[in-house]
Nanobody, 118 residues
Framework: VQLQASGGGLVQAGGSLRLSCVASGSILSIKTWGWYRQAPGKQREVVATITSSGTINYADSVKDRFTISRDNAENTVYLQMNSLKSADTAVYYC?????????????WGQGTQVTVSS
């Protein structure tokens, strides 16, 4: 599985960005898609996830501001980010999880920088 993330950039506080993650390879077996982020000096944290059955979860810090979605025809996962805050500044990574009996495989995109200026 290969993941290609894009859509980051510099935006003012209160603005919006949409991140895209295009997947290729053996994606039919992927159970969960997600977006994570890592700010300078901090650990990587989950932002939002969506399962193959459509179950969605968000970090409390982004609820009601961010929306994760998936376009199966385009093999793409999106993260719409609205009302951005300086605290959202981070490198954002897309993630895909394959589950098999007794085994979990995580796949990561290359990361895209989001910078929110106050």
């Amino acid at each position: 599985v290969q993941l290609q993330a894009s859509g980051g950039g510099l935006v003012q506080a209160g603005g919006s960005l949409r991140l895209s993650c295009v997947a290729s390879g053996s994606i039919l077996s992927i159970k969960t898609w997600g977006w994570y982020r890592q700010a300078p000096g901090k650990q990587r944290e989950v932002v939002a996830t969506i399962t193959s059955s459509g179950t969605i979860n968000y970090a409390d810090s982004v609820k009601d501001r961010f929306t994760i979605s998936r376009d199966n025809a385009e093999n793409t996962v999106y993260l719409q980010m609205n009302s951005l805050k300086s605290a959202d500044t981070a490198v954002y990574y897309c993630n895909a999880v394959r589950l098999r009996p007794g085994m979990r495989n995580d796949y990561w995109g290359q990361g895209t920088q989001v910078t929110v200026s106050s």
